[in-house]
């Protein structure tokens, strides 16, 4: 080493320690520091520091070693740069899909574009703002030890949360273990206080979704709540309904950063590990990466951070400084990283979960008059078979117009509740047969009804008992009598059908042929062929209440003659 270069870097050591120089060749010198670890920590710092400026590194043997190596920098390439740029896009968009596919499936009647914004406004930008405190925590405690901050690697999860967390790949290395135990700490604990404050917010933004016609079923099934829910949150954010979508960012905040404390490599965990433990933390490394494969079993992307972990570094880095100690004060820190994990830690992040009710339709078949003002009216009963408070929605399928009244709020474990689904008339522009299916959704539970309405016109040339319609009243077990005619000059073929509720029990008498009924029926298997000006009468008789019961008599192009019968 030239005598100039070597006088200097001799000079700025001997401000700090007493030494003697043990080695010397062209671009480096070791020198011995007897009692190295009774030096004060900042002293080195201040050392590597001045070094540094020169282009100079310094570190320390392994630990117990009193030496100390000076290194001439070797100028290094950052190819890595343009990985963290392509990890870093690949995780903006991974996280955006993920906001748009959450949206859309919590509210299936969103839009592309009003989904996509959704998602960016209320899962990206809050789950970025959680990513960027946690990088603060990083960036301070970077700043305080004397380091350059360089940009994490992301690591994205488009099969699920969005994004497995942030890892810290400093381009300086750690000058002590202080350094690199509070580079550890600090994101793990603004990054939690990020996610806290997240699911805070979105408890309490009120979105535009009525309980009745906004359907929550979550593409995810259901998360797994951590720890921290069922202690803290649950008296804030209720646990037992799909968190809503800024909820969600927030939960993937806890378990990301719950994820980040595992004790490998240049997690935060692994970096906190190293710091106290020195050169055991391989053994918790090791034991970390098996405890994650496994995990990856139920929850594949897990498998996806493994990788990383093991392509960035088992074991981690090591610090410059390897005889400094973390103080007694810093160690009691370590619970705060331990609280992190265990209250954040959701092993298998989502898990289906049975339906929890169970939904009981009245009638699935209603009569619809054509040019009338009435609505097709559905009755149903929801039961809640589970353990916690149900909230049900619905949406139909198509899409119409209806409307839902009934019980508003949660139905207790155990409890029951009725609701009226109502489609207007006008909905419907074809006179025919109209299948349906009623969704009702709760929570990540949904069921799906099927119904029918019968879209029919009044006919002139058709009647029961000369009127159009028929209304009548009859009592259980006392027979009525229907006199249907048809007054048309070509022969047309006929269905004979009754509508009525579930569990209403009937007879229909017909050409001396007694029919049994219940609930709706097409009382005659086949059609039957009407000749014109003809009559034929139809004995009914009710053999319970109902609330109400419509016999129909149907053409083929949908044109009917109806008797409205009242049980009492």
Sequence with gaps: MKSNKKDTLLSIISSYYNFKLEKETEDSIVIHVKDLESYPEDDFVKMVNRLDKLGFLAFTGSEGSDKIFIILKRTRSRPNMHIKTALALGSVVSMIYTGYAYQSSFVSFSDFWTSLANGILFFFLPLGFIILLREAGRFLAHRINGMRYHIPILIPDPLGMGILGSIGTADDAYVSRRAMFYSGLFPLISGFLASLTVIFIGTYVNFPYSSLLAPVNSSFKSVSLPLIYSLVLSRISPTTVTLNIIQYAGWIGIVINALNAFPIGYLDGGLISKAVIGSYAKFASYGSMVGLFILSVFYNPWFILLIFVIVIGINGPEPLLSTSKITREAKTFIVLALAVFILGISPIPYHVIPNDFTVNVVSRQVILVSNSTGNATFDIFLSNNGGSGVVPSFTMDPSLKFSVSGNGGSISP???????????????????????????????????????????????????????????????????????????????????????????????????????????????????????????????????LTRSWIVAVVSQNYYAALAYITVR
């Design 414 to 544: 155990g409890g029951r509740a009725e609701y009226l689904i109502s489609l207007p008339s006008s909905d419907f522009n074809t006179l025919g047969l109209h299948n349906l299916s009623l969704i009702v959704y709760s929570g990540i539970s949904k069921s799906v009804i099927g119904l029918s309405v019968l879209y029919v016109k009044l006919s002139n040339n058709m009647a029961f008992n000369n009127a159009i319609p028929f209304y009548g009243h009859t009592s259980p077990g006392k027979p009525l009598l229907l006199n249907f005619s048809y007054t048309a000059l070509k022969t047309e073929n006929f269905s004979l059908l009754s509508f009525a509720d579930d569990g209403f029990h009937y007879l229909v008498s017909i050409n001396n042929i007694t029919l049994t009924g219940e609930g709706f029926t097409k009382l005659l298997p086949n059609t039957f062929s009407f000749p014109p000006g003809k009559t034929v009468s139809i004995k009914v008789e009710s053999m319970n």
